[in-house]
């Protein structure tokens, strides 16, 4: 039970902080859930200026790796997006950019039934 509060707690904390930027946004599918379960992977951003991208493998037996997720408009290509939060609090890509092209973004690797935020920002 302890180590399950702990986990409950970090997503709420996070959630918590993380609502407050985005409460008024409308979402745009990136990935959008597929009725058939053929692809397990969904991905949403906010849909007028990206803040967050959220990504979340929905099988919880099977981990995916190199998954690419479209560029929308709202991800223009000069921004940062780097992973700032997952529900697998042993992610070793915590805080590494995402790579990109012109089309796509490249998420190395998702667990299990994980859940990951990426930031956007512009570059420093």
Same mark, same amino acid.
């Given at each position: =039970?302890?180590?399950?509060?702990?986990?409950?707690?970090? #997503? !709420?904390?996070?959630?918590?902080?993380? %609502?407050? $930027?985005?409460? @008024?946004?409308?979402?745009?599918?990136?990935?959008?859930?597929?009725?058939?379960?053929?692809?397990?992977?969904?991905?949403?951003?906010?849909?007028?200026?990206?803040?967050?991208?959220?990504?979340? =493998?929905?099988?919880?037996?099977?981990?995916?790796?190199? #998954? !690419?997720?479209?560029?929308?408009?709202? %991800?223009? $290509?000069?921004? @940062?997006?780097?992973?700032?939060?997952?529900?697998?609090?042993?992610?070793?890509?915590?805080?590494?950019?995402?790579?990109?092209?012109?089309?796509?973004?490249?998420?190395?690797?998702?667990?299990?039934?994980?859940?990951?935020?990426?930031?956007?920002?512009?570059?420093?």
């Amino acid at each position: =039970n302890r180590q399950l509060f702990h986990e409950l707690n970090r #997503i !709420k904390l996070f959630a918590d902080h993380t %609502i407050k $930027l985005i409460n @008024r946004a409308t979402t745009c599918w990136l990935l959008s859930p597929d009725p058939t379960a053929g692809n397990r992977v969904i991905a949403w951003t906010q849909a007028v200026e990206s803040a967050f991208i959220f990504i979340c =493998n929905l099988d919880t037996e099977n981990p995916r790796s190199n #998954i !690419k997720i479209p560029r929308r408009n709202q %991800i223009p $290509l000069h921004t @940062r997006v780097s992973l700032t939060f997952s529900t697998s609090e042993q992610n070793p890509y915590l805080g590494q950019q995402l790579a990109s092209s012109q089309h796509w973004l490249q998420v190395p690797r998702l667990g299990a039934g994980e859940c990951q935020c990426y930031a956007v920002s512009l570059p420093s």
